[in-house]
């Protein structure tokens, strides 16, 4: 197997703009009160990419990673032809994670999740003897237990119940190091949050971070490394569903060094990011020019998750009014946010799948509808270099070649347990 040696970085805090080192797990500005995202400032300003025998890690420049973990895959980029020719695009590229074995892309867990687990797991120190705790709604969880799992990485995963279909493998999960854990029937991602919380409370576990951690945000740009150093230049447009809103913030990020490395263009793509009808808080958010998420009822919340195709999407705290975050990304580079509805997303799920030849999972078929509108509504130029990151796909081909096996979780707790509790089932687990 390849190696790399640990990548020469510092970590910014977005809000004040103070350096200071990576310490091992560091996830906030040391003595900064005010929220903010902290960023990675890479020792090497032009990136060298390596050859595809190293999988994500071909990007280990701009990764904030110690070392390599096996099973890896970059995101693939590649200029459309069919979607293209069918919407009118001249310079349409697809970014692509998940699995198509002919296009040379293997992601078993068909979503580009995989890119944060590598990336993150590739930042842990050796001997750093804390198990991961990670929250989700679905291809977050299936892809930290897959990597957790290759990799000998003691990990927790908590997920809604409702959503525990999403916790399928192609192949078993070494349950001696990935544990399940799941919020009741009713409950969604926020109560999955909510617990992961809790158990991070108890001795011994460290929360994974989220749009907090920088290996994570790294890990997801790596689908713009992938497509500015294929296309040759900075995209003009990026399309992607959001549900945190993170993966923009890393696109935005990733554009960024690529105008530091000065050989791609010095332009700043907009960000075109959409949400899935009716649940849209970013949106509103966003339409209504406040910097922070605008209230909303719980309950109402809820029962538009239950509504909405794209599960994945339902995030009702995302990093979105923090210091470098969603708000500052757009301001930064305008851009809008869309809206699909279910109905358009399927049928442009379809519409992929007839045009490039691959299923996607249905965020990036809400992605792809934006897309669709937009061109529609002259919201795009026809020659315009486009980028639209195709964040999960393969999933039904997979199912369709190898046998899955269900990862079962080794308990449900209530929607909001106490301390106790968690505690004394984790002691008992673990």
Not at 138 to 155: K, M, Y
Not at 282 to 309: C, M, N, Y
Not at 324 to 330: C, K, P, V
């Amino acid at each position: 197997m390849n190696t790399i040696t640990p990548t020469k970085y510092t970590l910014k805090s977005v809000k004040t703009g103070k350096t200071f080192s990576d310490t091992g797990w560091t996830l906030d500005a040391p003595g900064e009160s005010a929220p903010t995202l902290i960023r990675a400032i890479y020792e090497k300003r032009q990136i060298e990419v390596k050859d595809d025998s190293y999988g994500l890690f071909k990007f280990a420049d701009w990764l904030p990673v110690s070392k390599m973990l096996k099973g890896s895959y970059a995101p693939l980029t590649y200029k459309s032809k069919g979607l293209a020719k069918e919407l009118g695009l001249t310079n349409l590229y697809i970014t692509f994670s998940g699995y198509w074995p002919e296009k040379g892309i293997e992601m078993s867990t068909c979503s580009f999740k995989e890119t944060e687990a590598y990336s993150v797991g590739g930042r842990l120190k050796p001997g750093f003897g804390k198990a991961l705790v990670v929250a989700s709604a679905g291809n977050t969880a299936r892809a930290f237990a897959r990597v957790c799992s290759d990799n000998n990485i003691p990990l927790l995963v908590c997920v809604p119940e409702d959503n525990l279909n999403a916790m399928w493998f192609d192949r078993p999960i070494n349950t001696n190091v990935v544990k399940l854990v799941a919020t009741k029937s009713g409950s969604d991602y926020f109560d999955a949050i909510h617990l992961s919380n809790i158990a991070c409370q108890v001795e011994g576990f460290v929360p994974e971070g989220g749009a907090k951690n920088v290996a994570r945000r790294e890990g997801m740009g790596t689908t713009v490394l992938s497509a500015v150093t294929e296309i040759g230049r900075i995209p003009d447009y990026y399309f992607q569903a959001v549900g945190s809103g993170t993966g923009a913030i890393a696109a935005w990020e990733a554009n960024l060094r690529f105008i530091e490395d000065g050989r791609f263009g010095t332009n700043k793509m907009k960000l075109m990011v959409s949400q899935n009808c009716p649940f849209k808080p970013i949106h509103d958010s966003w339409k209504a020019g406040s910097r922070d998420i605008l209230p909303f009822d719980d309950e109402e919340a809820r029962k538009q998750v239950e509504e909405i195709d794209a599960k994945v999407l339902s995030n009702r705290r995302p990093p979105y009014p923090i210091a470098g975050g969603l708000y500052d990304a757009m301001k930064d580079v305008g851009g809008d946010v869309l809206l699909a509805k279910n109905e358009e997303a399927r049928d442009a799920a379809e519409l992929f799948e007839r045009t490039e030849g691959n299923d996607i999972h249905p965020a990036a078929a809400v992605a792809v509808a934006s897309l669709i509108n937009a061109v529609k509504e002259g919201e795009v130029e026809k020659d315009a270099t486009i980028m639209i990151n195709i964040t999960g796909g393969g999933e039904k081909r997979i199912k369709s070649e190898k046998e899955v096996t269900y990862l079962k979780p080794v308990h449900i707790f209530e929607v909001t347990p106490p301390l106790e509790t968690v505690k004394e089932v984790l002691n008992k687990i673990f």
